[in-house]
């Protein structure tokens, strides 16, 4: 089962940020934070993830909170395009490898 | 570099067949990784292979298998095709580092199985 909680749904107004949080409070020590988004019926497109320190791509940034429970992707200037459902997954070690169990994620609607 | 690919992308077969799908990865990546995306149970983890071998696998049946070949490309196989196995199927591949870690894995656009 998925680890982390997000909420169902976000409006954003286009040109302004976009905050979709993630809480993960039984994550352990050495768990990164991966954030996906999918656009209706395609692939999930990887975006960002953290381990601990916030990290900054030219996608989105990532804010981890210090005691790692939670964290906050943000898109600096959300567009149309950017209207998908994104998953904040928290990597799970499986064996020798790592899967990724995905939630519902939360479906970010940006408004005209 | 060129992303991960899958083929066919859309597929409509009917109960009792059986499909066997294809994944690229991506250049120099050696693990494929398969998930199925259904609306009910959304995305699900089939299985993991790294260097032609199987190196983790979900909660599915015995119907659905695969196979990875030396040039890392993988085939995943579905028989006895059931109503519900109608889904898009995802391939996603990373570099398999056996030491773990930040080992992104990047998906392809998914092939769409329809089963009547």
């Known amino acids: 089962d998925a680890k982390t909680t997000q909420p169902p749904s976000m409006d954003c107004a286009e040109g302004r940020a976009a905050n979709l949080p993630c809480n993960h409070s039984t994550i352990s020590g050495n768990e990164y934070v991966y954030w996906y988004r999918q656009i209706h019926s395609q692939g999930p497109q990887y975006i960002i993830h953290g381990l601990k320190n916030n990290e900054t791509n030219e996608m989105a940034s990532l804010i981890i909170t210090e005691d790692r429970k939670s964290s906050t992707l943000i898109l600096p200037h959300a567009t149309l395009r950017d209207t998908a459902v994104y998953y904040c997954?928290?990597?799970?070690?499986?064996?020798?490898?790592?899967?990724?169990?995905f939630g519902k994620g939360t479906l970010l609607t940006v408004n005209p | 570099k060129a992303g991960v690919t899958q083929t066919p992308r859309y597929l409509i077969k009917t109960r009792g067949q059986q499909v066997t799908l294809s994944c690229s990865p991506i250049?120099?990546?050696?693990?494929v990784s398969w998930y199925q995306q259904t609306p009910g149970q959304g995305l699900q983890f089939l299985f993991e292979y790294f260097s032609e071998t199987q190196r983790n696998k979900g909660n599915f049946p015995g119907r659905f298998s695969g196979r990875q070949f030396s040039n890392s490309r993988s085939e995943m196989n579905v028989s006895t095709l059931e109503l519900g196995d109608s889904a898009l199927y995802l391939c996603?591949?990373?570099?398999?580092?056996?030491?773990?870690?930040?080992?992104?894995?990047?998906f392809g656009p998914g092939t769409r199985l329809t089963v009547l």
């Open positions: 250049s120099g990546h050696r693990s």
């Open positions: 997954i928290v990597r799970v070690p499986q064996g020798s490898n790592y899967k990724l169990t």
């Open positions: 996603a591949s990373s570099s398999g580092s056996p030491s773990g870690g930040a080992d992104t894995q990047y």
